[in-house]
């Protein structure tokens, strides 16, 4: 194991690419947690009024993501797509000191939001164009550190946010990640070659002249994949809830559940990532699915808040697949169009998010928070059956070959 992480760094700029997922990860977690607060306590908005803002800025970023991905595969320099994004999602973040309106920091965050959200989409893109000019065999082992990346920012960076609020406020929280940010675009000029998508590619894109919406191999996960990415999102902010109010435990016992989870995504993410080579993405998504079936069996009847404790080891495993390999499982679709294939990506874990965000709520309030896991439990069958009927054609003649030979 040790030397093929020692073999990533031999792809160019992989070691640029591994400081600043790391940086954007610990910035993200920094403020993610005090910015409903800062908005509704501070600002003066209301549950409502932050609900449309964040829905606004969010699908701000699809927009930007699916504009530049058509052109970011046909000879944009990826470089400076990420410089400009990375300076963007910098001024979005002081742009929350700057203005007191609420119209208008939703105009200056929305503009800052949907420019920024290119950056992560295309250092993925850059680090899978880097690793074919690099003629690594470990694509997939290498997607998956870096998005383990984000995990292990998400375990430092909130513990640096009640740390720099403490000393500095909201506004040493926003300038902070401000910086942050400003150092990933500066890594990124003074470091990383210019990364433009590779003329062959380009013309077998053209020559293929079928829009991506209309390949049922990439739709069809698409769909499969924002359920599942809601599915995680109503984990998030239901779970909490659903241990205090219905199971009756304590506060310590949610941020056991919490960490837990945290702590053993990262192992098995990089554990799945070097297992790349001998399963296949699409495989593991189908045993993700199977596994959040069990998962939400589970919380449907528990009864006890220790219950949920083990159970973590199947939502570590679930969020590992989905969040480490589902990004090398769409550039494995679209091997020709990284940036395309990263931005599918992206983009359906933001709609997922904003789903799963207004959804999960919606049905707690309605049936209650014990229901909304039995939901859950049907999307997640349901995103077995779409991923098993879009099994990539080589699987299935396996899969035939298989069942006439018996």
């Known amino acids: 194991m040790f030397i093929r992480f020692k073999n990533l760094f031999s792809i160019k700029g992989y070691s640029v690419l591994v400081i600043c997922m790391l940086m954007i990860g610990i ?10 607060l800062f908005l509704t306590k501070d600002f003066g908005m209301s549950a409502g009024a932050f609900g449309i803002f964040m829905a606004i800025s969010s699908l701000s970023g699809v927009v930007v993501n699916s504009l530049i991905a058509k052109h970011s595969d046909n000879g944009m320099d990826r470089k400076w797509i990420v410089i400009f994004a990375a300076i963007s999602a910098s001024l979005g973040y002081a742009s929350y000191l700057v203005f007191n309106n609420f119209f208008i920091l939703l105009i200056v965050v929305t503009l800052f939001n949907g420019l920024a959200a290119p950056v992560m989409p295309q250092i993925y893109a850059y680090a899978h164009e880097s690793a074919n000019a690099s003629k690594s065999e470990d694509k997939t082992f290498a997607m998956s550190t870096l998005r383990s990346l984000i995990s292990l920012g998400f375990l430092i960076g909130p513990l640096c946010g009640t740390l720099i609020l403490g000393l500095a406020g909201y506004k040493g929280i926003f300038l902070g990640t401000s910086i942050l940010y400003i150092t990933v675009a500066s890594l990124v000029f003074l470091f990383l070659h210019r990364r433009k998508a590779a003329k062959s590619n380009a013309k077998k894109k053209k020559s293929k002249g079928t829009p991506w919406i209309k390949n049922r191999q990439i739709r069809l996960p698409l769909i499969a994949f924002l359920f599942l990415f809601a599915i995680n999102t109503i984990h998030l902010i239901i779970t909490p809830l659903f241990i205090v109010n219905e199971l009756h435990g304590t506060y310590k016992d ?5 960490s ?31 596994i959040l079936v069990i998962y939400y069996t589970i919380l449907s009847v528990a009864t006890h808040a220790w219950q949920l404790i083990p159970a973590q080891l199947l939502q570590a495993t679930f969020v590992a697949i989905v969040m480490g390999n589902g990004l090398s499982y769409f550039t494995e679709r679209l091997p020709n169009s990284p940036g395309l294939a990263t931005t599918i990506y992206s983009n359906g874990s933001t709609i997922g998010r904003l789903v799963g965000s207004l959804g999960g709520g919606f049905i707690a309030q309605i049936l209650g928070f014990r229901h909304v896991y039995w939901v859950c439990l049907l999307l997640a069958v349901l995103a077995f059956f779409i991923l098993w009927r879009s099994r990539p054609h080589e699987e299935m003649e396996v899969q035939v070959t298989r069942t006439r030979s018996v």
């Open 27 to 36: 910035g993200i977690s920094i403020t993610s947690p005090y910015i409903p």
């Open 254 to 258: 949610v941020g056991l559940v919490v």
């Open 260 to 290: 837990i989870c945290a702590g053993l995504e990262i192992p098995i993410m990089l554990g799945l990532g070097a297992l790349g080579k001998k399963i296949s993405n699409h495989t593991l998504m189908i045993y993700g699915c199977v």
